[in-house]
Each structure stands twice: as C-alpha cells, then as structure tokens.
C-alpha cells in the first residue's frame, strides 16, 4: 500500500478522500516461492547422533525430498568442540514441511539462508 498522489474527478465530486491505493507489483506461485526465495539449506548434525541406522534414514529422507535448494551440513563434535561445515555436491532438497517435520523427529537442527 502506498500514499495516492492523485483523486479521481468522481471521488472530487462526492468530497471522499482516498490517501491510498494498493498496486501488485509481483505475483508469483505459492508452489515456486520457496525455489525463489531460499538461498541454502543447512542441517546440523553432532557425532554422537552418527550411525549406521540414522545414515540410512538420513539418505532416505534426502532422496525422498529431491529438489533445487543447496543443502549444507554442519557436522559438530561436541567433545573437542570442532565444527565442519560440508556442501553436499550430491544432493540438493526441496524445503517443506513434510522435510522439516521428518527432520525434526529425527532431532536434527536445520536453517534455512535467504537470497
């Protein structure tokens, strides 16, 4: 919504003051805004969390949400306090809320970089 700078000759006559008017400057699909507007995706994982079981749920969750957003993945140790921060050339997911919820019950921390 922005200030009108100009009353139509109608709404002169009838004495009504419109200070404003709303104007679409971009429209875009519901289904693309998450392509247009995420830069990254970043899950944290720790070393404790580490096995072969998490491994193959891990793998079956990020092939199940193949997508365009580049995923990161930030592996902490929490006994040395040692971060490594890792781009995955491989895989690549498309955020929602099925993925966050899944991500969520396996305990992984997650973030999301805007463009």
Do not use: C
């Not at 994982?45 to 580490?50: E, G, H, K, N």
């Not at 079981?53 to 592996?75: E, N, Q, S, V």
């Amino acid at each position: 919504i922005a200030p009108k700078f100009f009353v139509k000759q109608d709404n002169k006559q009838e004495q009504q003051n419109v200070p404003y008017s709303l104007k679409v400057s971009e429209i875009r699909l519901l289904g693309n805004i998450s392509e247009d507007m995420l830069k990254e995706f970043t899950i944290f994982i720790s070393t404790p969390m580490l096995s072969a079981d998490f491994r193959k749920g891990l793998m079956a969750l990020l092939k199940a949400h193949k997508g365009t957003i580049p995923l990161h993945m930030m592996l902490s140790d929490p006994k040395t306090g040692y971060n490594i921060e890792f781009k995955s050339m491989k895989f690549q997911v498309a955020v929602s809320v099925e993925l966050i919820t899944q991500l969520n019950e396996f305990g992984i921390r997650w973030k999301v970089s805007k463009k």
